[in-house]
């Protein structure tokens, strides 16, 4: 077990920086840094945004469902606090865990 990781993929920001450099997919994805940024996210993600804390959330919460016309829901502090990635149409998601003791 590599505990070095940990830090690593506690934070969205790191752990989507990781999966790219291994070249493992993910949803597009960006650092939400500024209001300003909407119209380009639209443009490079498509109608539907998801917006994640980068740390701390699970399970949806701290995550947001946003198109377009909605982005003022988005609470000031999540700038430069989330990431927002595409939204992507599926049936089912798996999470997995696993320990090596019991």
């Keep these: 077990m590599n505990r070095d990781v940990f830090p690593i993929i506690a934070d969205r920001l790191t752990q989507k920086q990781l999966f790219d450099k291994l070249h493992l ?3 597009p994805w960006q650092l939400l ?3 300003s ?9 498509g109608e539907l945004a998801i917006v994640k804390r980068r ?5 949806g919460r701290g995550q947001w469902r946003l ?4 982005t003022e829901q988005l609470p000031a502090e999540c700038y430069g ?3 927002v990635e595409q939204g992507i149409n599926f049936s089912g998601e798996v999470s ?7």
Excluded at 37 to 45: C, G, Y
Excluded at 55 to 59: F, L, P, V
Excluded at 67 to 70: D, L, M, T, V
Excluded at 96 to 102: L, N, S
């Design 55 to 59: 740390t701390g959330g699970y399970d």
């Design 81 to 83: 606090e989330c990431i």
């Design 33 to 35: 840094a500024d209001r």
């Design 37 to 45: 940024e909407w119209p380009a996210v639209f443009e490079r993600l």
């Design 96 to 102: 997995a865990g696993w320990r090596t003791r019991i």
């Design 67 to 70: 198109r377009a016309n909605e």
């Design 25 to 27: 997919p993910t949803a």
